[in-house]
């Protein structure tokens, strides 16, 4: 998979220093991979939800959430934001 972009990941590791190893192996993980659906995706991770067109991955236990958007047919990712679990839950992402 393509993942647009990675200034995004950095800029959430500089925010919260605690990512930097979960946000590697999942960048790690979807580079490599051949996701063609969730059903693929949650084979790597289970605990993926999709939440109208976004994807959202469960980061470092629940702490944190990566929102994407996956479009399968041109095997790219487009990273939204990182939220910690309290951000998320303010649901002002899905505007």
Do not use: C
Request: no cysteine.
């Amino acid at each position: 998979m393509h993942v647009i972009s990675r200034k995004a990941l950095k800029e959430a590791v500089t925010r919260h220093a605690d990512l930097e190893a979960p946000l590697h192996t999942w960048y790690s993980i979807a580079k490599k991979a051949h996701w063609k659906n969730l059903t693929d995706v949650r084979q790597t991770y289970p605990h993926t939800d999709v939440v109208g067109d976004l994807t959202v991955f469960n980061i470092k236990g629940n702490e944190y959430h990566l929102i994407v958007k996956i479009e399968y047919r041109f095997s790219t990712i487009f990273i939204r934001e990182v939220l910690t679990h309290a951000e998320y839950d303010k649901d002002r992402w899905k505007s």
